[in-house]
């Protein structure tokens, strides 16, 4: 068994005199003291300290949280942006592909127009050569016609006519 | 009333001692020695603790940081159902400290062993079975919301008394004397009658049985102090509450 040391400032007095469960003494108010200064104390090592721990970890759980939001805002922004790019640059190419085919579309039209012009234009010069011979042919032709019916008729008749 | 039983006794572990103190005399004044003991180790304990979780405070707690920091937030949500969000925070000290101050004596007055240690009166015992301790308590918590409501509210706070009929007033006044009565009565005679309970069981059937009672009581203990700190919580929150053209 232990012995309390008491402090000596402290006289101990043997069994109660008085005693008893209602025994309302100085013990309430020097308790209530106590109590303040148990209060104080705890206030400083205590709730201050970690209730300040406590609110801080909330306004940083806040911060990250409303900084992962903006973040995710942002990817999707981005992302949002080269969609758009991808898709201009894909009609772009569209584009540019089709003007390519029109292009060569035109040019090889105009070829063609060309060379049927070219054509063209050959067949008429033939054409107009054969036609002057042919001409040239008739008139040849004429002139041997009327010499000899001209020596047919003088050697039938035996004279010239006119 | 040295005695509270008139039984037989003679185990030294069961034995009672009710209403015996050990008296210290403090100038003209008498106080009971066995409380202010086991008060000091009940504040040591607690100052302690405090000291250990708030030693090296990290962003994530571990350890008895954790450990406080879940009792500190209970204590927080308690005061703030009862104060609401805006007032709470001044009031978590008193509030604090009344819960922690009261579980911890309740529940070291059961799981301390304070029969190993002889005094030359009295035993020690929770400073909570004490009805000075209670009392104390009980006045404390009165004046916290008498200064709640009057620092809030002026002399108005007395008008209120007339909410919302004049016949409210005798009752509201009673009211401020049964409300430190009953606070600390309950408390009192709850830990008295659970330590008295325990003693008595051990004194007849010394193995196993009183087990189930000592639980019990760890029960009663921890019910026991919420319910002094939620009251108080209680009495300060509507003595702040407006009434009237406010609301």
Do not use: C
């Amino acid at each position: 068994m232990l012995h309390i040391a008491l402090p000596t400032i402290l006289a101990v007095e043997e069994a109660a005199e008085s005693g008893g469960l209602f025994d309302i003494d100085a013990t309430m108010p020097l308790m209530a003291v106590q109590f303040v200064i148990l209060a104080l104390i705890l206030n400083a090592v205590l709730y201050k300290p970690l209730g300040q721990a406590i609110d801080e970890r909330a306004d940083y759980i806040r911060n990250q949280r409303v900084g992962s939001q903006e973040q995710v805002a942002k990817i999707e922004r981005i992302t949002q942006e080269y969609e758009d790019a991808l898709s201009s640059a894909r009609r772009e190419a569209q584009d540019i592909v089709s003007e390519a085919q029109a292009e060569a579309q035109a040019v090889a039209s105009k070829a063609l127009s060309e060379a049927q012009q070219q054509a063209q234009a050959e067949r008429e010069a033939a054409r107009g050569e054969i036609d002057k011979q042919k001409q040239a042919a008739i008139a040849t032709l004429d002139a041997q016609v009327d010499t000899l019916s001209q020596q047919i008729v003088k050697k039938l008749l035996g004279y010239e006519l006119s | 009333m040295t005695n509270f039983f008139p039984l037989p006794i003679t185990n030294v572990l069961a034995e009672l001692e009710v209403g015996e103190h050990l008296y210290w005399h403090v100038g003209n004044f008498k106080i009971h020695g066995q409380v202010f003991l086991a008060s000091w180790v009940v504040m040591g304990a607690l100052v302690a603790a405090s000291i250990l979780a708030t030693r090296n405070v990290q962003r994530v707690p571990s350890g008895m940081q954790n450990f406080m920091e879940y009792a500190l937030e209970f204590i927080r949500d308690l005061a703030k159902t009862q104060l609401g969000e805006k007032e709470y925070r001044n009031w978590v000290p008193f509030i604090g400290t009344l819960f922690l101050f009261i579980f911890v004596s309740n529940w070291g007055g059961a799981l301390i062993p304070w029969k190993l240690v002889e005094l030359p009166s009295g035993e020690l015992a929770a400073p909570t079975n004490d009805i000075n301790t209670t009392i104390a308590l009980a006045l404390l918590t009165s004046l916290a919301y008498f200064y709640a409501g009057l620092s809030r509210k002026g002399l108005g706070y007395f008008a209120d008394y007339a909410q919302p009929t004049p016949i409210m007033v005798p009752f509201k006044i009673i009211e401020d004397f049964t409300k430190p009565l009953s606070l600390s009565f309950r408390l009192f005679g709850n830990i008295l009658a659970d330590e008295l309970v325990v003693a008595v069981l051990v004194f007849l059937v010394p193995l196993f049985i009183p087990v189930p009672l000592m639980l019990l009581g760890l029960f009663t203990s921890a019910i026991q102090a919420l319910i002094f700190a939620t009251l108080a919580a209680t009495y300060i929150g509507e003595a702040m509450e407006e009434h009237g053209e406010h609301e």
